[in-house]
């Protein structure tokens, strides 16, 4: 559902070849940014001491993208500090922060894969394709993704939000969890959300997916009527939940969103 930008992923190991590059440099799984949330440039990075991985992983309106990782125990140099990507979201152009969703899983990719899961010897970049290689035991890692079901459930001319203790203040939210192994992503939202509201769905609609950064999740938004049943929070999971009008929402989650895509989608389907 996200809407195109001028990004564009590619792989290529090693470091930059033309000066205009654009460089990502991740210590752990932190972006470091200067003050004014523009991304350091290569000569800031020169000084440092060689980092874990360097690759291009992408293009910004024809400008390289390099990818640096560092590792987290590196301390943040001088001046810089860590660029997290809701708190960018009104600062970056589309583009950049398509980027930076791409660079973000990466980097938790690389750090989670310097050692063979299955033998224990250092991996390697793959020169061919987007993967760390085992020279050992022939073992590849792909990057990893996760994938999230989020569900706006609606029952007439309501839609059921909730809260989670680590939402910002008076935010609510769509019903979100984690795919199980070998469950569908349907299966995962009624599943969810018998556990989280206690109640049961049907007529689910693909809505659309978003690529997000935490730490390397795609969520799948669907639309679904109520079926049956009474609202139950879920203790420790869910703070508060509610169905809501459409028309007297509370907070809600950032514009740049999959869940408020799917709100403002359900309220404009409202409208007479
Ligand atoms: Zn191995």
């Given at each position: 559902?996200t809407?195109?930008?001028?990004?564009?992923p590619?792989?290529?190991?090693?470091?930059?070849?033309?000066?205009?590059?654009?460089?990502?440099?991740?210590?752990?799984?932190?972006?470091?940014?200067?003050?004014?949330?523009?991304?350091?440039?290569?000569?800031?990075?020169?000084?440092?001491?060689?980092?874990?991985?360097?690759?291009?992983?992408?293009?910004?309106?024809?400008?390289?993208?390099?990818?640096?990782?560092?590792?987290?125990?590196?301390?943040?140099?001088?001046?810089?500090?860590?660029?997290?990507?809701?708190?960018?979201?009104?600062?970056?152009?589309?583009?950049?922060l398509a980027?930076?969703v791409r660079?973000k899983q990466?980097?938790?990719?690389?750090?989670?894969?310097?050692?063979?899961?299955?033998?224990?010897?250092?991996?390697?970049?793959?020169?061919?394709?987007?993967?760390?290689?085992?020279?050992?035991?022939?073992?590849?890692?792909?990057?990893?993704i996760?994938?999230?079901?989020?569900?706006?459930?609606?029952?007439?001319?309501?839609?059921?939000?909730?809260?989670?203790?680590?939402?910002?203040?008076?935010?609510?939210?769509?019903?979100?969890?984690?795919?199980?192994?070998?469950?569908?992503?349907?299966?995962?939202?009624?599943?969810?959300?018998?556990?989280?509201?206690?109640?049961?769905?049907?007529?689910?609609?693909?809505?659309?997916s978003q690529s997000w950064p935490?730490?390397h999740s795609l969520m799948?938004?669907?639309?679904?009527?109520?079926?049956?049943?009474?609202?139950?929070?879920?203790?420790?999971?869910?703070?508060?939940?509610?169905?809501?009008?459409?028309?007297?929402?509370?907070?809600?989650?950032?514009?740049?969103?999959l869940?408020?895509?799917?709100?403002?989608?359900?309220?404009?389907?409202?409208?007479?």
């Amino acid at each position: 559902m996200t809407a195109r930008t001028d990004f564009e992923p590619v792989y290529a190991p090693g470091d930059s070849r033309g000066a205009s590059a654009l460089i990502f440099p991740f210590v752990g799984q932190n972006l470091l940014i200067h003050p004014n949330a523009e991304l350091p440039c290569a000569e800031d990075v020169q000084a440092w001491d060689a980092p874990l991985r360097t690759f291009c992983f992408g293009t910004l309106a024809g400008r390289e993208c390099v990818l640096k990782v560092w590792p987290s125990e590196r301390a943040i140099p001088a001046g810089l500090s860590i660029g997290d990507y809701r708190s960018l979201w009104g600062h970056w152009p589309d583009g950049h922060l398509a980027a930076l969703v791409r660079a973000k899983q990466l980097a938790v990719w690389v750090l989670h894969n310097l050692f063979c899961g299955a033998c224990g010897q250092p991996m390697t970049l793959s020169p061919a394709e987007i993967a760390c290689a085992c020279p050992a035991c022939g073992y590849k890692a792909y990057p990893r993704i996760s994938p999230v079901a989020i569900g706006l459930v609606v029952k007439g001319d309501e839609i059921l939000l909730a809260r989670s203790p680590h939402f910002a203040p008076g935010m609510y939210s769509a019903l979100a969890g984690f795919v199980e192994a070998g469950e569908s992503a349907e299966e995962c939202l009624c599943r969810e959300v018998q556990e989280e509201a206690g109640i049961k769905i049907h007529n689910l609609r693909y809505f659309g997916s978003q690529s997000w950064p935490y730490p390397h999740s795609l969520m799948i938004g669907f639309i679904a009527d109520y079926h049956s049943g009474e609202l139950l929070a879920q203790k420790d999971e869910i703070e508060d939940l509610a169905w809501f009008r459409l028309d007297g929402l509370p907070v809600q989650p950032h514009p740049g969103s999959l869940a408020r895509r799917m709100i403002e989608f359900a309220r404009a389907q409202a409208k007479p």
